[in-house]
């Protein structure tokens, strides 16, 4: 009976929600927003705005007798998987507008890193078909050991890289890198505002992507106030990237000595279609805006059936985050899950209108001159391989790479070459600039779009 008056009381959110999306239907349409984990063979991913068609439905709920058998699977599968679990050390920055933004450092061995480092470094980057082109995954790192130890006993300060995550995430997404990077180079992992463990921000106050650049800098200040900086974004975090060399273009030219744009957009996201006909990319454009005000105005009433509606909230993740969802790993797939249930509908329609506004194309070419990293899934629902394109034409010395048969969340679906691609950058970057403020320029890529399957 309890269950059944839920489900009512969710039918009736769910008329109220649709009817103020019918009454939105003459606004103005807005893009819906991108995005926004121990065997390194699994693969997950979770699209964040896949959330806000989730938010639609999420009074849809499938009342079936298998459902206490469901709900025990899941709970299974949160307490044998570890992902989400690497810890660093915990600090804390204070955006302009007072929000608390919670970050992680993870701080290089202070031992020296031998072969066998080496050898468990390569495993967890992985080795196979991915690797053959261009030199194997361990090569690449064994040369990135090498280059760091190199520099072990200098007194400059030391490279940090420094993670920014998507829409509907947080910095546990990052699992497989943090892991395969962890003890060999300083990173810094960090929570956008009102996502993981930063504060909420200010009621009532509007989230822009410029806010973002801006609280990415008041965390570089505190976490990494001195010495050269790698900069790695995925979907709404390569936009928070952006943001910063627009606001911030004399910090990028002496601190940046790298960038990693994963998944992400410089604009333009009223083209993404989502893998639907013109005529319903439309219509989501134009109901979802209202629907999720509705929703956040009754948060409370949302969260609840949420959870009721697992099943279906399940397959959508799948459907806007995995290229091969068939192939992904359920223990991850549960990882990413988890990942967007943390993030309250109210959240999620604070920062929805703040994508229908992001245009920074012109914002890209300040990360020219310097060691880039521009890459893309093959099957992006929400942030199309062709957003990257853009990108790395504005990046002519960035090494371009699509990866095959890969939704919208790279890092989870495919590490190996995800983090293999990421040492070459580091490698590169260390190579050209040491441990000192980067140079005006660097080496030429090849520029040319590298293409990796699955193998």
Not at 97 to 113: K, M, N, W
Not at 416 to 442: D, Q
Request: one cysteine or more.
């Amino acid at each position: 009976m309890e269950a059944v008056t839920a489900v009512q009381t969710a039918q009736g959110a769910w008329r109220t929600a649709a009817a103020a999306a019918e009454g939105a239907a003459g606004q103005s349409a807005r893009p819906p927003a991108p995005a926004g984990g121990a065997g390194w063979t699994r693969r997950a991913g979770v699209a964040g705005a896949a959330l806000g068609v989730v938010a639609a439905g999420v009074a849809l709920e499938r009342l079936t007798v298998h459902r206490a058998v469901r709900r025990k699977a899941r709970v299974a599968l949160d307490a044998a998987g570890p992902y989400g679990t690497l810890r660093g050390t915990p600090g804390r920055a204070s955006a302009e507008d007072g929000t608390e933004l919670y970050y992680e450092v993870d701080e290089p061995a202070d031992f020296p890193l031998d072969s066998a480092d080496g050898e468990a470094a390569a495993a967890a980057f992985g080795d196979g078909p991915d690797a053959a082109a261009g030199g194997a995954v361990a090569g690449y790192w064994s040369r990135l050991v090498e280059l760091l130890r190199g520099r072990s006993g200098r007194s400059a300060p030391p490279l940090t890289v420094v993670f920014s995550h998507g829409y509907c995430l947080n910095q546990d997404v990052w699992h497989f890198q943090r892991a395969a990077l962890r003890g060999a180079v300083r990173c810094v992992y960090w929570d956008q505002r009102s996502h993981g463990r930063s504060g909420r921000a200010p009621a009532g106050e509007p989230v822009s992507i410029d806010l973002l650049g801006r609280d990415l800098k008041a965390v570089l200040d505190a976490a990494a106030p001195e010495g050269p900086v790698v900069l790695v974004g995925h979907s709404m975090g390569g936009m928070t990237l952006m943001a910063l060399a627009e606001q911030y273009p004399e910090y990028v030219a002496e601190r940046v000595a790298g960038v990693a744009l994963l998944g992400t957009s410089a604009g333009g996201l009223a083209e993404v279609t989502y893998g639907l006909p013109a005529a319903g990319a439309r219509a989501v454009r134009r109901v979802v805006p209202g629907v999720l005000r509705a929703l956040a105005a009754q948060s409370d009433l949302v969260e609840r059936g949420r959870r009721m509606t697992a099943d279906l909230f399940a397959g959508v993740v799948k459907r806007y985050s995995f290229g091969s969802p068939r192939e992904v790993d359920q223990g991850v797939a549960r990882f990413a899950e988890r990942l967007i249930e943390s993030v309250p509908v109210d959240v999620v329609a604070e920062f929805y209108p703040a994508f229908a506004e992001h245009e920074k194309t012109a914002a890209v070419s300040g990360f020219d001159g310097r060691p880039a990293l521009v890459l893309a899934g093959d099957r992006d629902l929400l942030t199309p391989s062709e957003h990257s394109e853009r990108i790395a034409a504005a990046l002519p010395n960035a090494a371009f790479v699509i990866l095959e048969a890969t939704g919208h969340l790279v890092m989870l679906e495919r590490p190996e070459p995800v983090n293999e691609h990421l040492a070459r950058l580091l490698t590169r970057t260390i190579r050209t600039h040491g441990s000192t403020a980067p140079p005006a320029s660097c080496p030429a890529s090849t520029g040319s779009v590298r293409r990796s399957s699955r193998g």
